[in-house]
Structure formats: C-alpha cells, structure tokens
C-alpha cells in the first residue's frame, strides 16, 4: 500500500524536471529567434533623378574594382559624390579623366593628385543616363549602422551561452533527482522500520560469483573473451598513437575554406599553386591573400547566408589580422613595409622518413585534393580528414588506376606491364608503386 | 711449513704504540664522516612534514604524470614567405651557374639550392669550362656553414661596425699617403680583370702602392720560365686529350699541380678505343695519383728527376748535355721513356712539377722540340700568379718599418710561411694591417682589422681561368653574417660609391663579347671565338739544362712536400668532410704524415703494424730542415716512395678557429723555405707511436685477380675477351659450368621499366675521390670522427679501395699464387704477399652498394627492412630496420655502414650536424639517419624518381642518358656512368655489353646490377 505512495512521488518529481528543463530551453529558443531585424531602406529621391537599381548593376560590373560606396580604395569612396562635383564635369570626368586633368582643370588635377596619380579608366561608352543612374544609385542613403548589443556578442557565441544554460538545468534536475531518491530511501526505510521488515536479511542462497567461480567452463569463457576484448582494445589503442585523423587546431587567422572554396569557388590550387610542380602543396603566402583581399576588406557575405557560422565582425577582424601580418595600412591604401610572419599550426604532419610528393599525386596522377583531404570546402575550420597512415596510402595505391591517357612516359610501360599481368588497366601497386623505396628514402 | 712473514702497510706500522695504526684498526674511515650536517637539525627534521613515503608518492606521480605529458604530439609550426620570391618554390631545386676561386681551386660550377639555401655542388658542364670539380670544391659548400665564422668584422680583437672599420681604415690610408709609407695588398691569385682594374685605380691614388699576390703553394718558378719565353706571368695549358705519350717528371698532374683539372682530358684518353690508348710514364719520388695511375712509373729522388729532364732533353732535341746517368736501377727506364716520347713526336708531351725555373724551362723546350699537340701555351691558365721574390721582398720591407698599410685578402701568412712567426711579429710595426678573411684566422687575429669576408657562395666576381674564356662568380645566398667583400671596401674605400655588383657589371663587358649579361650570369660562362696566337721569346734551354744536369745530391733525405687531395692548402681545414676524406694513396684520414720508403724505414728502426681492434699505428719521427725541427710526426711506411725521400704534406695542423676536433696533424709550411716543395731533411725515429685512423689495412690482392681484373693493351688487343676476361666457372653436378649460367633463385623479370646499372671503368677512374664527398652532401652521410674511423666505423656510402701489386705487376701476383703448392710454401708465399713491392703497380677500385638482382643482404633480415625494387635498386626502409646488422654481415662486399651513435645533434660528435648552421647544407630530399640503424647506397633512388617524375610530369619518355646519381655527376673523368639498361640508347646498355664488362665477385651469383670494365694496361 505504502508503495504505490511512493510511486506518486517519484513521477511527481520526474514531471517536475521534465517542467523545468522545458522552460529553460523555451527562453533560449526565444533568444534565437530574435528577429534580425534589417532597417528597410527608402529609395531617396535623388537630383539627378536616375534608376537607382540600374545604377547599382552599372556601379557593380564597372565602378566597384576600385571604388567603395563608404570606404577608400583604389579610388575614393563614392557616395554623395554628385554633391561634391557639377553634373557636367562628372560626366568628362567619367568618361576622359585624363584629358580633363591634361586640359588643367584645378578640382580634376587636384582629384588625380589626391589619390597618388592613378589614372581612372576612361568609360566612354556610358551615356548621360547612364551616369545619372550611377550617380543616383551613389546618392542612396548609406544604412543605418546596426546598434551593437550591449554585450556585443556575436551570433555564435550567444548560441553558446544558451547551451551553457540548458547544461545548467540539467545539471540541476539531475541534483535534484538524487535529492529525492535519498529521500525516498530514507522514508523507505522508516516505513519498514515503523512496519517491522528487516531490510538487511538475505536468503541462505549462493551468491551470484560463487556460482560463477564454480563453473570452469563458463569462468574459461569469460577470460577467453576478456583476453581477446583486451587484445582489441589494446591493438586499437596502438594503433592511433601517432595517428591523428581529424586534427583540428586554432589557427593564427581563422581561415574559413567553407568560404573560399566552397562559397566562392577558388580552385584549390590557385592559392596551393606549388602542389602542381613541388612535393609540398605549400602554405601560401601572404602575398597571394592580398592578391584578392587588397580589395575585400571586409566580409560582406549577408548574414543569413548558410555559410556564414561567425558574424561580419568576426570575419573582418580576421582579414584585418592579414593586414596586420602583410604589413598593409587599409586607409592609405599602401604597404607599410612592417611585416610578421603568420606562424600557422601544421595540421598534416608526415614523417621525416616519409616521401610524399604532391606533383606526382596533382599533375601526374590527376588526383582530386579532396580524395585525401576530405571535402575541405565544406571545412570552416581545416582539418586532417585521412588517417594518413601506411596502410591507407598503400590501399589506395592498390586499388587506383594508373591515369596513362595523353602520357607518353607511361605509353610504352603500361602496355608492356599490361599484357604482362594480363589486365587492361593497371594500378599503381602494378606499376612497383607498393615498393618500399619508392616512398622511403 | 707456515710463513711467518709479516706484510707492512706503513712505516708507521712498525711502531708498536702508535694510535693511528689503533684507530684504523678499528675504523673504515680515518676521518668522521659529517652525519650531524644533514641529521644532525633536529628541529628541522622533525618540523618537516614530508616523510620519505610522502617523498616517494611525489616522485611516483610526477613520473607518471610527466609520462602522461609526454604521450601528446608536438604542435608544428608552419611558417610560409610573407612575399614569396618569384624564383623560389618550396620543395624545389634551383641552380645557380658560378666559379670557385679561392687561390688554389677554380672550377665553374652549379650550385644546387633548396629554399634559398645552397646544399650541393654540380660540375657546370658549358663548353668552356675546363675544370671539374674536385672533393675540396663538393666540399665547399660546407664550409659556407662553418659555425666558426668570423660574423662581423673585429677592429683591434673587438667587434666593431663596418663604419667603424671604415673610419679606421681611411684614417691609417690617409695618413700612409701623407707620410709617403707603402700601401701594400696582399691576395690570393684571384685570376679576377675586373678586380685588377679596380685595384689598379685604388692604387693609383697612392704613391707608393704595391699588388702583391701570393700563393700559399707556389708555383713560382713556372711562372717565371713561361714569362721568360712568352712574356707573360701565366701557366701554360694541357691538352691531354691530344697526347699519345704523356711523360710526368713530379708534376701530379691528376692531383693539384698547377690548379689541377687534367683528369678530364687524360681519361678520355685512358679507355681503349679502336685498339688504342694513352701511355702514361711518371717519374717522381712520392706516389701520387698520377703515379698510381702510369703505365709505367719510375721512383726517383729529386736530383735524378733533375737528371731525367735533362735526358729527356737530350734524345728529343738532339743535344747532347753532359748528364750523371739516372741512378742504376732506373738509368735504362729514363732512356727507354725518352725514346718513347721522342717517337710519339707531336703526340708526346712532358710536364714537371719542380720547383726549379730551368726544369720548367727544359719542359718548354722539349714541348716546343716535339711541336707537341697537347702543349696549349697560347691558352694561358692563370690559376697561379704567386710571385716567390715579390713576397719575399714584402717580407723584408715590413720587417724594415717601410710599409704603413697592409691590406690582406684570401692569404694566412702566418699559418702559411715558412717564417710565419717573424711575419706575425712584424705586423705590428705596420700602422694599418687589414685581412679580409672568412675566420679569425692566424692572421687575422694579429691585424688592426679583421674584416669579415663572405664565402664565394655569398660573393659577386668574375675569373678568367684559362685566356679566352670568362666565367662569373654569383651569390647564391643572402649572406649569413655581417660580412663585406674587398671588392666592396676597395670601392667604398676609394670614395667610389658603387657597390662591387654594379662595377662588375659595367666593367665586365670589356672582358667577353657575344651574350648578353643575363646570359653570362646564366651560363656561368662565357668563351671567346679566337684565342690570340703566341709568339715564343727565346730562352737560353742549353744553359738551364746545363745547370740543371749539375744538380748534385746532398747526402740527406730529399723531402718533398705536397698537398693532399682532401686538405689542399689547408684553407677549409674546419670543414669535417674533407678531414674524414680518406687519403687515395694511403687511405689515411684525419692526418698527414712523412711517408717512408720501406727501406730506409727498415734502416731507422721506424714500423707501421697493426694492433688488435683493428688501428693502425705508426712510430713518430723527428724531422730537421735546415734546422727546424719538426717533432713527433707519424711516420707512414709507403710502396712506391722513392728510396732516399721522404713525402709530407702541406695544409694540416692548424689551430686557430677550428673546432677541437678539426685541430689534427702536423704543419709542414715551417720547412716550406723559400716556396720550394724540395728540402734536404734529416729524419730520426722519436718516441711513441701514433694511432692512425685509415679505412684500409689490407695492402695487396693477394693474387686475386678476378677482384681487379686488368691485362695489357696488347692482350686485350690480339686475344679473345673469354682470355682476359674469364666467366668465373662454378660446378654444378660435378661439372665446370659458367658462374652466370647458375640461379639458386627465380630471376624476376626487369626486362619492363627502367633498370638501373651503373658502369665503373677502371681505366678511367684516376680515385680522385670527387664522388665521395659528392655522395656526402647528397645522402647526408654523417662525419663520425677520428676514434671511430680508426674503429672501422667510418660511414662513406662509396669507398675506393687501393690495391698495390706484390710483385712489381699484379699480373706476376696472379701467375704466384696459382703456382703455390704444398702447405708449407703457401704459407709463406701468401705471408710474403702481404707486403706490396718496392715500386707496385697500383689499382684503384670505387666499392658501393652493387645492387645485387639476388641480394645476399635481402634474404637475412629479419623485418624486411630491405628489399628489392623491380627498378634494380636494393631498398633500405630505415624506419623499418631495427639493427641487427645481420645484412651488413651477409653482404660480400662489406658495403653496409651502421649507425652505431646518434651522428645528428650529438654534441659527443660536434661536427656539421651538430650546429643549426651546418644542418643548413643537409639534403631535405633525404632523410637523416638515426642511431641503430643500417645505411648503404641507395644508387640515388631520389635522384631517379625525380627524373621519372620531370618525365611523367611532362609527359614525355625518359631521354637518353638522362638519369644521374650523385657519384656518376660528380666523375669528371667519366668514369662513373650511370643509366637504364632497358633504354637501348643510354651509354650505360652499351657498356654493358662491353668486352671489359665484369661484375664484382661473379662466382657468388649476386647478378649486382654495377658493373666494372677490365682495367688496360699500356705497358
């Protein structure tokens, strides 16, 4: 009788937790879910009264190489520039600026000499309307700056707050759970108490391990199996020493592959560019980031894009970090000549009595970089994604076919090596590719 | 009957009473030891609260702890170019064109560079560049690392600024040309126009000025005979190439006579073609390469090679000298070799090495009788310019106070002279002294200045080394330290605000014509169409040969001394490749020595014997010249030397600016008098016995000639091949059956890919040693000192075994052991073999791994470490091996080397691998070797996979004799020839199915894949 009281008691408590862990998640979810709430911009009305949408095509496929609305780059920022010049003398100075500076015009010669006599493409192409359209487009109000959080948390880590609250929670039912079971002991026992039982007596039966230390066989069994469970554990436990698949360091800069080759589609070995001709695939270096990012500044991928796992913040403090290291004055367009190497964490690290070439792998064999480094444009953080071990090279080289085809080192080989061993495709283990002095030496 | 004897300990014993023999009785110790020190604190005992259980816990769990640290993996560090260089990609080579010039080596060369670094030296084989590389220029590469480097530039023994030294220097300049006081230069020859130009115009500034060169070896009397006919201070050249009858009168013309570089041409000749071959005929008193090398050498003392010039003299010119004939022995050789060389007429040719101006006179003369093809005296080699007086007189003039600034560059005086103390006293009564010098050497030490040079490899300068070319010397690195060349402080001292580089450029188009500079920097080289021709002076040759037919013998030992082919003149003393080189000849390293002949060693009571780990030791000698004595030095008992000579070479023994290890041998510049290589010397046993450490104790062959099979030109001309060069026979089911008609194996069949083989022509190997330190900088072969050398731990990859013949011939060594019957004659026939002949023929074998097809080694190891490639190529898996040496006992020719310590980052073995700077010339390509493992030659394997690779990448067959490895690169004399047998057009296929081909202990069934070709005698 007395136990189905306690039964209720026990559900109580369970219901309880359920409660009180749901309206926690519940106050994160709300956090989540606060709306990103863009400032929705009105078309201003502008003086020149063109097609600000056009105008913003124009400013894209033509203007924004070296111009920037808000910011200086190659040019000077551009907006309210309308306001700054006569009409008139925007139109020659979009379409000759350099007959304009020839023919002495002081604001012209004044313009050219402020931004260090770089020469402005000459567009003679567009027509009056089509400035207008820039010029309207130019003219747009810049938006409103987003007000920071007081905390000025980004996204991510406002995520993980939340994460650290539903743990908490948990952590506390938990608590509270073992609370009530000692309670419930406890009241157990003054019940049995109080009713007479006595709770410690045991029955006169054999204990569970004495019957099992009587019978050999099973006892034999049971070490057999601990033996070769033990064996496993301890080969698999060998066996990853030194093996360090799914290495994921902190970087230096937070290089996001996610964005670069999978959002924006660089080839691999556009920055990677030794991988062709070098046994390393090698780091690049620095000057190859400013190849791009002497223009991108910041990061202006919108903020809902799938990709994005960090705020723009976050981004353009990463590439500032680039700037810092290459030695780069943003505002002055030009570089200080103070540089710091960037010290980056090695995440493939193959033994010194390895060979590993890449060329051989990338130009000869036409291996994709993602067979052995996984599918790195999905990687906002690299990682070694192989286990990079002998046998994982030697399985490969078992089971890949020679790429022979418009090779004429391989033509005579191959067809040889083939008619020898029977077969119409030979694999690398066939062409002697499994031999020890092959990859060490 | 029991002994009453009583055994004393003491005087004090004896005193019945005393208490100290009472206390000692009863105590261990006389003295108490100091418990109470450490026990005796109470209070601190009993305060402290960690008991020894507590202490032990602690211990237990910080050993766990730490071990559990440790199983972490270190984070690595990545560390790419801010701005990349355009010319630089990581992993791989590039190759710079330049010329070495450092006073006594000049060759043009490629210099191999990874990732800026310089790691290796190739022969830059343009037209025009004459001279291939030797070991000392592999080797230099290394001593661009040298951690003992002079890093900036010292003023008076502080390190000062350039400013400073710049201040100083003009300062002592102006206020030389102020008291009128001379300014003096003293260099190296650096065969360098643009530099004579620029010191012509810094000189003229100064109106007593004075260029003096000198060279640390001379070769000052050739000089002098070549001006006196041709009126220009210059060397002639050698065409050997275009000689039929070369005659030797002590010029090793193979080692470092005169610059070197002959071997090319004179082992093109060397291989028998179509029935014909060079016949070379050497007269000289120590055995040197090129004696080793003759058909026909003739051991004479100085005074009867005099002699032999003269008669040589005489039969070519017709004239008739009166001239003491040639000794007894050797009086019928002399007139048999002049009568060769006169019938060879203009395909004849003599050269001398005497330091006598009317020897190298009579040599001109003779060459001019013959009208000799090979002698190119319109081809000036200006690799020596040293003038002996010119030195000699500065000498005198700094002792007298007359010169007030002494600039230096690429000289140590006071190692190198003779009377180096005097000069190092001397230099303080000069007000400026500057040494431009790569270490705070000798001199440097005791200048005003010592200014920081940079290595060659650091270095901007052109060379003309023989008239009509003009090669260019280019930096292949950023220096390394703060260091300026005398070209650049010539200029900044002279007010001239160009650098040297600028100068250069501008200057150099006077001195070549036809390419442009860009290409000039490219090619390393650049050679004139038309040479100017030469009109020779007349010269009074009856009187030199008069003079020199009375040269008379003092009754003394006549010493020669000589320079080593690893040691040089001693300039790249701190380098430890060339100090573990081992000596072609005696195949000693880490020593010179006064090498003996067998009879007068026999006379002085002096021996050579071997002890029982496996050393050779030597006794020590006195030696007196022109009383200086020379004390204690080892004394190494040589076939072939002259009887009444006595052989010491130069360039050891330095002490300053040399790691400990380096600081070995003895200095023979002391005697070096008046820069003449031949002194009278007394020679007496001294006490003790010295610990040499030489790689080879084993003299003869022991009539083995199938090891180093060799037979006369005429033999090889009139028989069949089966004759001299016989298929070892085996039996198989009793019967005599060819050795390579026998398999215990399955043959794999190679006959699809490359297959690698590597031929080695006996004839034309001169065991010049260039491939040994060749093989060095490309696998990364550590230096493992003089101890463990004299243990038979030596590491060389690629040995060249010296064999001397026991009878005068090693064909008479063959016909003497298979005519030795019975027990007791063959014991002593075989212990009377032992000893090489008086005057041997010598045989010169390079050993390396052979790459067996059915490796003896293979089938042995225990974990696979080694295997076999289908490409011909014995693998070795260091990582792999775990040591236990069971392949190296199994290999038949003892080519395996194991690594018995840690040789990297060991400071027990504090040579190049144990300093950042020296690991710089380390070769990434291949790995470095750890202890407890085994190492051997791996025929390159990186060096052909990245030529298969080049061809796969793009996309195209492997072209002819494209694959190299490092020794067949490195072999100017084209002994070494390395390619892929299954490429018919590659020159190795051919010479595979050459007449001469053999293979190394063929009776074992090896199959190795190196082969060597019969060695052919032109006697």
Known sequence: MKKVGNHTSFSRILFFCLALSLSFSFASYAQDAAPAADAGQEAAASAGAGDPAKGKELFNSLCAACHKLDAKMTGPALRGVSEKHDREWLYKWVRNSSELIKSGDAAAVKLFAENNNQVMTAFPQLSNEDIDNILAYTSEPAPVVEKKTPGGEPVAQEGGASNNLILGALVLVLLVLIVMLVLVNTTLRKVAAANGVDVSKKGNTISFWQAYARNQFLVLVTSILLLLSGAYFLYGYLMQIGVDQGYEPIQPIHFSHKIHAGENGIDCKYCHSSARVSKTSGIPSLNVCMNCHKNISEFTGSKDSTYVEYSKEFYTAEIQKLYDAVGWDKSAQQYTGKTKPVKWVRIHNLPDFVYFNHSQHVSVAGVECQTCHGPVETFEIMKQNAPLTMGWCINCHRETNVKVEGNDYYKKIHDELAKKYGVQKLTAANMGGTECGKCHY | MASNKKYWQSVEELNENSSIVETLRNNEFVEEIPTDEFLGNEEAMSSSSTSRRDFLKYVGFSTAAASLAACEGPVIKSIPYVVQPEEIIPGVADYYATTIADGFDFANILIKTREGRPIKVENNRMPGSGISANARVYASVLSLYDSMRLKQPMVAGKPASWEEVDTRVKAGLAEAAASGGQVVLLTNTMASPSTDKLIAEFGAKYANFKHVVYDSVSSSEALDAYQAVYGERALANYDLSSADVIVAVGADFLGDWQGGGYDTGYAGKRIPKQGKMSKHIQMEANLTLSGSNADKRIPLTVTQQKHALVHLYNEVTGSSVSVPAVGEKYAAEVKKAAKQLKDAGSKGVVMTGLDDVNAQLLVIAINQALQSEAFKPEEARYTRKGDAKQVQALINDIKAGSVSALIMSGVNPVYTLPNGAE?????????????????????????????????????????????????????????????????????????????????????????????????????????????????????????????????????????????????????????????????????????????????????????????????????????????????????????????????????????????????VGINAYPVYKNFNSFQSAKISKGNGDHEFACLQLQKTLMGRGDIVKETTLEIFNTKDASEWNEVPQVSLDHSEVASTSVDLWESFDRTVGHHFNLSIDLNACTGCGACVIACHSENNVPVVGKSEVRRSRDMHWLRIDRYYSSEETFAEDVELKENTSGLMNSISTFNAMEDPAENPQVAFQPVFCQHCNHAPCETVCPVAATSHGRQGQNHMAYNRCVGTRYCANNCPYKVRRFNWFLYNKNSEFDYHMNDDLGRMVLNPDVNVRSRGVMEKCSLCLQMTQATILKAKREGRPVAKDEFSTACSEACGSGALVFGDINNPEDTVTKLKEDDRMYHLLEHVGTQPNVFFQVKVRNT
């Open chain 2, 423 to 663: 000069f190092k006293e001397a230099l303080g009564k000069v007000k400026l002294s500057v040494a431009f010098s790569m270490k705070e050497d000798e001199t440097a030490a005791h200048t005003t200045v010592a200014a920081a040079a940079p290595h060659y490899l650091e270095s901007w300068g052109d060379v003309v080394i023989t008239k009509g070319t003009y090669s260019v010397t280019q930096p292949t690195i950023r220096p390394l330290f703060d260091t300026r060349q005398l070209q650049d402080a010539l200029l900044s001292w002279s007010g001239n605000s160009q650098s040297y580089y600028e100068y250069l450029k501008a200057s150099s188009s006077e001195f070549f014509t036809g390419k442009s500079w860009n290409q000039l920097v490219h090619d390393g080289i650049s050679v004139s169409e038309n040479v100017p021709a030469l009109t020779a002076g007349a010269a009074d040759f009856g009187g030199a040969a008069s003079a020199l037919a009375g040269a008379k013998a003092t009754g003394d030992f006549e010493l020669v001394l000589y320079t080593k082919t690893g040691m040089g003149d001693g300039q790249q003393a701190n380098n430890p490749w060339l100090q573990e080189f081992p000596d072609p000849i005696t195949r000693a390293s880490w020593d010179n020595y006064v090498t003996v002949a067998k009879a007068d060693a026999e006379k002085l009571g002096l021996e050579n014997y071997h002890v029982a780990n496996g050393g050779l030791n030597g006794s020590y000698a006195t030696l007196e010249v022109n009383g200086i004595k020379l004390e204690k030095v080892p004394v190494m008992i040589q076939p072939g030397q002259a009887v009444g000579t006595l052989g010491l070479s130069l360039g050891y023994g330095r002490t300053a600016a040399m790691k400990q290890e380096m600081q």
